[in-house]
């Protein structure tokens, strides 16, 4: 018996009329973990991708939470140098995973389980965070952290496996950079206080060194485009949470203690900061600048500041709102410039690492320089800082796209 084209074959059943295509075929729970193509179009973070960056928030908020408390105690230095240590390793943690999935994501089972086991070392980091920066005890950091790596480290040893040559040798090279800056970390537990700053110098530069040497002959498949997307989505995620905890503080206040008048500013001000952040950083398109690994480890690197001092202005407006209802032990010029100091060092660092190489002419250049200076100074306007800032953040954004806008006008013109 013959068919004719349109008979209900298995092999044209989805061109009939009404009749659903089929199903694509399952794909199978365990798949060799290959490295992607660069060039891969609509290549995009995946949702395992987006609730991995959302439990690492649950950690930034903890050490901001910290740093609140240590800064309104009037223990700014302690405070600041145990959140620097804490967001490192959290900021690290975050940077290798997302390097890797941008290289070898293949989204398989064995894949989705190792990766939920790095956001359980995120949870179990993120518990041990108090008793860090009260207690010194590193005990629950130092094992979320040995979770996270280990879990890297399996990655790396499958990619491994799969792979020959100089792309083997890259992978095996970071699988053993990363057990062995684990072992070197493991001095937190050990060495006395007076060490453990020293420690953890030593430990981040070690641990930015392996990307560097197990890259040295081979440059694994991440994806400029995805890398972009990735830093981006956790700018957002991060500057969220600075908005939420600034939120609660100040309704915190307002119910407590009916302060309206003197919170509002803080409010208002804040909110103009945080704006003013996301529009800064996404006004331009990184992407097509991250060529090499040169270029791309600087830019990546250079986050831990912008991400950092982003959690931290948070962390600053709720110092500012308990100092302006008299639960502090800081001076208001010190309330002030836990918001002042960290906008400021968001503003260069956005500036240094990608800003500046899409500005055209000195004005533009200017611009994020003398806005992080005039940041600054609002530290010195009292009560009033946090909003001085934000209406400097503000013009900030205002003088930027006038500018740009005379630019584009002059060039249609010419």
């Known amino acids: 018996m013959t068919t004719s084209p349109d008979s209900p074959t298995p092999g044209n059943r989805s061109t009939l009329a009404g009749t659903p295509p089929s199903p694509p075929p399952f794909p199978k729970p365990l798949r060799p973990l290959l490295a992607r193509g660069r060039d891969e179009e609509h290549r995009a973070a995946t949702p395992l991708e987006l609730f991995f960056d959302l439990c690492f928030v649950v950690a930034v908020a903890q050490a901001g939470a910290e740093l609140v408390h ?22 690290w943690a975050w940077v290798n995973f997302s390097w890797f999935s941008s290289a070898y994501d293949n989204d398989d089972a064995l894949y989705r389980v190792v990766t939920l086991i790095q956001i359980a070392g995120v949870l179990v980091f993120a518990a041990g965070v108090s008793k860090a920066f009260q207690d010194h005890d ?4 130092w094992l979320g952290y040995l979770i996270m790596r280990i879990a890297l480290a399996s990655q790396w040893l499958r990619a491994a496996r799969a792979a020959t040559g100089a792309e083997r040798a890259t992978a095996l090279r970071y699988a053993t950079g990363v057990v062995l800056c ?7 537990l050990f ?27 081979y440059t694994t498949a991440w994806h400029p485009h995805h890398i972009s997307e990735r830093y981006g989505l956790f700018t957002i995620i991060v500057l969220g949470e600075t908005i939420a905890a600034a939120t609660v503080a100040v309704k915190s206040g307002i119910d407590e203690h009916d302060a309206l008048d003197e919170l509002l500013p803080i409010a208002a001000g804040g909110l103009l900061i945080v704006f003013a952040a996301w529009w800064i950083y996404f006004v331009v398109p990184i992407h097509g600048r991250l060529e090499s690994n040169r270029q791309a480890f600087l ?37 002030s410039a836990a918001v ?19 500005k055209v002419g000195l004005a533009q250049q200017l611009v994020l320089p003398v806005s992080a200076l005039a940041v600054l ?10 909003l001085v800032a934000g209406l400097v953040t503000a013009a900030t954004v205002a003088t930027g796209t006038t500018l740009t806008a005379r630019m584009t006008r002059r060039a249609a013109a010419a």
């Open 70 to 91: 240590a800064v309104a105690e009037g223990h700014p230095g302690e405070g600041v140098l145990n959140y620097a240590m804490l967001f490192f390793a959290l900021f």
């Open 377 to 386: 100074a609002s530290t010195f306007a009292g009560r009033w800082a946090v």
């Open 191 to 217: 060495l006395p206080e007076g060490g453990r700053s020293w420690l953890f110098l030593v430990m981040a530069v070690a641990e930015m060194s392996v990307p560097v040497i197990a890259e040295r002959a």
């Open 138 to 141: 590193f005990l629950l950091i």
């Open 299 to 335: 830019w990546g690197y250079g986050h831990y500041v912008i991400l950092g001092s982003a959690a931290a202005i948070g962390a600053g407006i709720e110092v500012a709102v308990e100092h302006a209802v008299g639960k502090t032990h800081v001076s208001t010029w010190a309330a």
């Open 182 to 188: 684990q072992i070197g970390w493991s001095g937190l």
């Open 340 to 358: 002042t100091v960290p906008t400021a060092l968001y503003l260069i660092t956005v500036w240094a690492l990608h800003s500046r190489y899409f």
